[in-house]
């Protein structure tokens, strides 16, 4: 059973910064492509950055440029530094991890950009 741990989350002022980690309970960390979603109230879930085993990085345009995602395979651990954050930002950040052909999800976390 493959557990995801996010933490990092809370109440920041437009323009500042928080620091996003999620630690996974797996083996197979090292080969899964991690991502960070974020759903909005009334909105769908949406992706707001990923990262494949090879390092390559996608963003949402939305993000690009203000968030930044890692990983750190000898921690099971996958970092989202988010700059410049705005009131939209606003959502519960959900951490997901692939592999095999099975996807994963966290229990989400919190963020509250105020204005």
């Known amino acids: 059973q493959v557990q995801l741990v996010e933490s990092g989350g809370g109440l920041v002022q437009a323009g500042g910064s928080l620091r996003l980690s999620c630690v996974a309970s797996?083996?197979?960390?090292?080969?899964?492509?991690m991502g960070w979603y974020r759903q909005a109230p009334g909105k769908q879930r949406e992706l707001a950055a990923a990262?494949?085993?090879?390092?390559?990085?996608n963003y949402a345009d939305s993000v690009k440029g203000r968030f930044t995602i890692s990983r750190d395979n000898a921690k099971n651990t996958v970092y989202l530094q988010m700059n410049s954050l705005k009131p939209e930002d606003t959502a519960v950040y959900y951490c997901?991890?692939?592999?095999?052909?099975?996807?994963?999800w966290g229990q989400g976390t919190q963020v509250t950009v105020s204005s």
């Open positions: 997901k991890l692939t592999a095999l052909l099975r996807a994963y």
């Open positions: 990262i494949i085993s090879d390092g390559s990085t």
């Open positions: 797996t083996s197979i960390f090292s080969i899964a492509t």
